[in-house]
């Protein structure tokens, strides 16, 4: 099955640089990187240049207009050509089974739903300086959670790779019922599910309410389930100092008034009007 990983990136292209080396380390081979950039960064297309004998590589940008992450998402949708949809941020690291073992388990009509390992400070810093590869980290992942344990913000639990494959996960895990619902940075669905309520609604102005929360209960109404891929489809969020809350009030007051409407399939999407 073909795969799409959707990259968004936005004006750090040290760190987008090293998710894609952590791209061209995947066991899975049937996949083409789609970098969603929200701006048009002539150095992002020549850090891309060096990297298309290795990963095949689609650009999608537009210019800098503000905060229009939904709309690029939107574009890089629109360029896929991948049947299966892989989202993830571009600052978080994949797991070098985080293809594969989402491909084993999915289905049409689901969505999943992953979680992320919250990397501290200095293990984000040994691995920006080139001084520790994120397959070592996750080869000696048990050695780094004896530290990260300690540290509740980490969340290191959700760096315990199950496969799905895999006696545990068939018997137990499969069958678990888990509270979850759709993080942006990581998640995943068919490319015609989707299209079905019709992506990113673009109608949040400054809002980061529409990457993962808006669709979530969109989803769901449309009648998808939502499953969780915690421990399947790992990611290493690379520390960085936090950034202000967009738009959280207005965004959710736009987000109850499409709800008392379900209104799930969105009207500035994917397809406009």
Known sequence: MKVSVIVTTYKDNATLSLVLQALMLQDYDDFEVVVAEDDDAQETAKLLQTYTNKLTIKHIFHPDTGRTKTTI?????????????????????????????????????????GRRVNLDKK????????????RTLEKFYFLFALKFMFNKDIRWEQGLYM??????????????????????????????????????DEGYENSSIADDTDLDWRFKMAGYSVKSSKNIAIVYHLYHEKSDTLGGENGREQMKERQMKNVYICENGIRKG
Not at 123 to 134: D, F, N, Y
Not at 163 to 188: E, M, Q, T
């Open 123 to 134: 293990t984000s810093q040994a691995i920006r300086e080139g001084k520790l590869g994120v």
């Open 73 to 113: 998402q939107n574009k890089a949708i629109v360029a896929s050509s991948g049947e299966y949809l892989l989202f993830i941020d571009g600052d978080v690291l994949p797991h070098s089974r985080f293809i594969s073992s989402q491909v084993m388990i999915a289905k049409k009509g689901q969505i999943l739903a």
């Open 163 to 200: 496969s799905p494959g895999s006696f545990i996960y068939k018997l137990f895990l499969s069958k678990r019922k888990r509270a979850v619902a759709i993080l942006g940075c990581n998640w995943s669905c068919f490319k015609e599910d989707f299209v079905a309520i019709n992506g990113f």
